[in-house]
């Protein structure tokens, strides 16, 4: 059964109407983040209710995707070249390379990822094992644009345009189509 959640008195709902909400996550204890047009939404959620303990923009830089790592830390995503990450600590961007446009991130296995392409479409895949501090290119060779990853245990999938599927077994280190 789904049941409408209102907001709670004396919370950021204001913020929260002027945006398409996208996305969600959740980091540990209970707080949800949530994925606008141009913020991040820090919130707490029941049953019946959400409160929005803070509303981080982005503009103007829209997002498009959200991961969380399951601590203290939510990654999002848009169409320009940059990623934020957001945590105890507040919002920071985190310039990528400038020919990327990024589809998608996901944090799986203690590596952070951020799929995407070029704009000269070729895929684009990169890791960081530091909270994207460093970065890994991990682009199998020869994909053309790619959209997404799932992973787990070192297992992996890695699909794009072309009906692309590449494959791992090693954590991203190597690709098989």
């Known amino acids: 059964n789904w049941e409408t959640v209102s907001y709670v008195a004396g919370s950021t709902n204001q913020a929260l109407d002027s945006q398409g909400l996208r996305a969600a996550c959740n980091l540990s204890e209970g707080t949800t983040i949530i994925l606008g047009e141009t913020a991040l939404i820090r919130a707490t959620l029941t049953q019946t209710a959400m409160s929005a303990e803070s509303v981080f923009s982005t503009s103007p830089n829209q997002l498009s995707q959200i991961a969380c790592s399951g601590t203290d830390d939510a990654w ?38 951020v799929v995407g392409s070029t704009t000269s479409k070729r ?53 098989n189509e």
């Open 123 to 175: 895929g684009y895949l990169i890791s960081s094992d530091d909270l994207g501090e460093t970065w890994e290119d991990r682009t199998p060779s020869g994909s053309s644009a790619l959209t997404d990853l799932g992973m787990s245990s070192g297992t992996g999938w890695l699909v794009g345009y072309s009906g692309r599927i590449y494959a791992t077994g090693d954590g991203g280190e190597t690709w």
């Open 76 to 113: 999002a995503v848009g169409k320009s070249p940059v990623l934020f990450r957001l945590n105890s600590k507040g919002l920071t961007s985190i310039n990528l390379p400038t020919d990327l446009i990024p589809n998608t991130v996901r944090f799986f296995d203690n590596r952070l990822w």
